[in-house]
């Protein structure tokens, strides 16, 4: 019998409030995310636990994760 299709996170990054501070990145526990050039961007969603570190961490709240 198959396993069911895991259901993926929805993670928001707000480009405008992000300052590339590198926190969310610092704190992600299985490296879902990376900083490119200004601000921070999902390299693999499929990693996510959804333990909300990021969310949680971000001084500009530039980041939500969404179940």
């Known amino acids: ?3 069911p299709a895991k259901k ?7 480009e405008r409030r ?3 501070c590198s926190i969310c990145v ?10 490119r ?3 921070c961007v ?4 499929e ?4 333990c909300q570190l990021c ?5 500009d709240f530039a980041i939500r994760v969404f179940d």
Not at 8 to 14: C, F, Q, T, Y
Not at 42 to 45: T, W
């Open 55 to 59: 969310d949680l961490r971000c001084p």
């Open 47 to 50: 990693a996510c636990t959804r």
């Open 8 to 14: 993926l996170p929805r993670i928001e990054i707000s």
């Open 42 to 45: 999902v390299k693999d969603l």
């Open 18 to 20: 992000c300052k590339a």
């Open 26 to 35: 610092d704190f992600c526990p299985t490296n879902v995310l990376e900083i």
């Open 1 to 3: 019998m198959a396993e």
């Open 37 to 39: 050039g200004t601000t």
